[in-house]
């Protein structure tokens, strides 16, 4: 019999397993894909043109200043880092203008503003100022509680952009922030919950800079690095059916349709939405069930697209885009320069992804290269090779960036997000009360969960 049985075998699981092996404790992981990393994940790219072997980030792939944690964790595992290649100007595409600016705005202005009308950017930022004032009175940490939590999360992110912004632009600009950002799914302004905006804002700050470095052979690496050591203790391509916590005993029961795992204490590190795919003994109680049934995954496709350089720069820009183009509102460079190659990672997400998987592939490929020669030039196509990531089609994930909370949700299964049913604990980015949605909010969950399994460990002697 474990001391811990972790299901889930993600940054968030494999942290858990860390601390818990390093306390001392027996500690199996039970995973259901073939792999470890959930989203997580890099793959090579088989260029003659790279200097060194060239790796991308399927899933998740910057880090910030202030994400400690995991900044400790790379550097534990000797993995290094390089700044973001931001350096030039950004491009912006709405309607029919195209300009270039010093400058980015993603939840707050940097820099130079946009050549858009003056009446258009002021909206905007009047609109963003109010937004910023309601993102300051709430608390951080989980907001549910908060003296106006329920009024707010009556509302969708959609209501507040129609009560405040008056133009089309400054309306597109609060719509694209929903789309783009980590602890937002991404999710369509209609679908998810002021509150769960404000929030996420509030503890996940774009200000904050979280994506300011990028990782030498991609954020992938580390699962694989965390999951050293492991053994016979790592399951993999087994997924959990069923945990039963019988009355008066003292084993937890993990049920795969090939084992059953005893273990004193359970740690499910995976999103909600998965996580109501396992049924329990005794049963969740009522606001747990709501939470996995209400809280989605984002609808997001990633796009790595490579070149035999980093060709935009030489018309001096950073490689970042932000429009209202018809598939790919956000992309950036995430070139690492000891490959020599040039990357662009592009997103596909929301209802515009809807519409984009129904295409065939070649169909989605001259699409989003489309929208990248709008905001680059010709050359953006003629890439060396493109590659989509679908992340709502892989099965034991169901999305990204993360999950998110549609109106009414909070309110009403905010506590079961972290609170244990008897000797489970939860864990996972979307648990987190700061950094939800991003690496560091995974790592400090995992540490969190792993605490609290040890404590309980150690009460039953």
């Not at 679908?191 to 503890?203: E, F, K, N, P, Y």
Request: charged share 20%; glycine share 12%; net charge negative.
């Amino acid at each position: 019999m474990k001391d811990v049985v972790v299901v889930g075998a993600g940054l968030a699981g494999l942290v858990a397993a860390r601390q818990l092996r390093r306390s001392g404790l027996s500690v199996g992981v039970i995973e259901a894909a073939p792999s470890v990393g959930g989203r997580m994940v890099r793959t090579p790219l088989a260029l003659e043109e790279a200097r060194t072997p060239a790796w991308v980030d399927l899933g998740g792939q910057w880090v910030g200043p202030s994400h400690s944690r995991f900044l400790a964790l790379l550097d534990a595992h000797g993995l290094r880092r390089f700044p973001s290649p931001h350096g030039g100007e950004t491009v912006l595409c709405f309607g029919s203008h195209r300009c270039t600016f010093s400058g980015f705005f993603q939840g707050f202005p940097e820099g130079q503003p946009p050549s858009v009308p003056s009446r258009d950017w002021d909206d905007a930022m009047a609109a963003l100022k109010q937004f910023q004032e309601l993102v300051a009175s709430l608390p951080e940490g989980h907001p549910h509680h908060h003296p106006d939590a329920a009024a707010l999360d009556r509302l969708s992110f959609q209501d507040w952009i129609e009560a405040h912004t008056h133009t089309p632009f400054a309306a597109w600009y609060f719509a694209y922030f929903c789309r783009a950002v980590g602890f937002l799914g991404p999710a369509e302004p209609d679908q998810v919950s002021l509150l769960h905006v404000a929030w996420g804002q509030r503890t996940a700050s774009q200000g904050d800079h979280p994506e300011e470095e990028l990782i030498h052979g991609g954020a992938g690496q580390l699962p694989t690095l965390l999951a050293e050591g492991l053994g016979d203790a790592l399951v993999l391509g087994e997924p959990v059916r069923a945990i039963q916590q019988p009355e008066g005993e003292a084993a937890v029961a993990v049920i795969t349709d090939r084992a059953s795992h005893r273990c004193r204490a359970v740690i499910v590190a995976m999103p909600p939405a998965l996580a109501g795919a396992i049924r329990f003994t005794p049963a969740l109680p009522a606001d747990r069930v709501a939470l996995q049934e209400g809280m989605a995954m984002g609808n997001c496709t990633k796009v790595l697209i490579a070149y035999g350089r980093p060709w935009w720069r030489e018309s001096g820009l950073s490689g970042i885009a932000i429009g209202d183009r018809p598939w790919v509102e956000l992309c950036a460079d995430s070139s690492d320069p000891e490959t020599g190659l040039g990357v662009i990672a592009a997103f596909v997400v929301g209802r515009r992804r809807e519409r984009w998987a129904a295409l065939g592939p070649e169909q989605r490929r001259a699409a989003v290269l489309e929208d990248l020669a709008a905001y680059f030039g010709p050359m953006a196509l003629e890439p060396l090779e493109y590659v989509e990531k679908n992340w709502p089609e892989e099965p034991f994930v169901g999305g990204a960036f993360a999950a998110w909370m549609p109106p009414g949700l909070w309110t009403r299964s905010g506590d079961a997000l972290l609170r244990p049913h008897g000797r489970v604990f939860w864990a996972g980015t979307e648990v987190a009360e700061r950094w939800p949605g991003f690496f560091e909010g995974a790592v400090d969950s995992g540490e969190r969960a792993a605490a609290a399994a040890a404590a309980v460990v150690a009460l039953l002697g």
